[in-house]
T-cell receptor, first 113, second 114 residues
Framework: NAGVTQTPKFQVLKTGQSMTLQCAQDMNHEYMSWYRQDPGMGLRLIHYSVGAGITDQGEVPNGYNVSRSTTEDFPLRLLSAAPSQTSVYFC????????????FGPGTRLTVT | QQQVKQSPQSLIVQKGGISIINCAYENTAFDYFPWYQQFPGKGPALLIAIRPDVSEKKEGRFTISFNKSAKQFSLHIMDSQPGDSATYFCAAIYSGAGSYQLTFGKGTKLSVIP
């Protein structure tokens, strides 16, 4: 099992550019989520999904879009990047009845200039 | 509103010492409290977890203590080793139906020096 994979590992964007962070898992987990990690701020939930076709907002959803067309994939879209979105982004997955036991990907470090 | 407060922000402990990280929560609906460990450049990984009907849970050198009346819980790392140097996050969740958000503390960076 590859677990949770994320691409790319690093990305630099200019303000206003768009991009998609990719996330995939091979554990057949219903629940998938996106977090951002900033120094001193811990992990903040951006969006989550409890199954294909179902998504919902977390604590900091503004500026980000998600969709879930398959169980395996949960991409995060930045439509118009801003410097405030400079962060490390983590995707995670778990069984829907075990949200406390999330498996995290290796992260994507995004810099917006 | 910060629902899970974690302290200290950073901690330096001598090898062989005890590392103690504290967390406090506000939402009494929370009923499951996991701890995550994150090494530099990696994603967090589940370390240990506890329910509030248990006052203490031990796994190897890691122990969670829980004080339900005070709404506080803590992680103790006994005989701390340099390999324990990492960032630790406490978290809380209501495990009932329809609850899908894990709330994290802001993290504690632990450095264990030889």
């Amino acid at each position: 099992n590859a677990g949770v994979t994320q691409t790319p590992k690093f990305q630099v964007l200019k303000t206003g550019q768009s991009m998609t962070l990719q996330c995939a898992q091979d554990m057949n987990h219903e629940y998938m989520s996106w977090y951002r990690q900033d120094p001193g701020m811990g992990l903040r939930l951006i969006h989550y999904s409890v199954g294909a076709g179902i998504t919902d907002q977390g604590e900091v959803p503004n500026g980000y879009n998600v969709s879930r067309s398959t169980t395996e994939d949960f991409p995060l879209r930045l439509l118009s990047a801003a410097p405030s979105q400079t962060s490390v982004y983590f995707c995670a997955s778990s069984r829907k009845d075990r949200i406390s036991e999330q498996y995290f990907g290796p992260g994507t470090r995004l810099t917006v200039t | 509103q910060q629902q899970v407060k974690q302290s200290p922000q950073s901690l330096i402990v001598q090898k062989g010492g005890i590392s103690i990280i504290n967390c406090a929560y506000e939402n009494t609906a929370f009923d499951y409290f996991p701890w995550y460990q994150q090494f530099p450049g990696k994603g967090p990984a589940l370390l240990i977890a506890i329910r509030p009907d248990v006052s203490e849970k031990k796994e190897g050198r890691f122990t969670i203590s829980f004080n339900k009346s005070a709404k506080q819980f803590s992680l103790h790392i006994m005989d701390s080793q340099p390999g324990d140097s990492a960032t630790y996050f406490c978290a809380a969740i209501y495990s009932g139906a329809g609850s899908y958000q894990l709330t994290f503390g802001k993290g504690t960076k632990l450095s264990v020096i030889p």
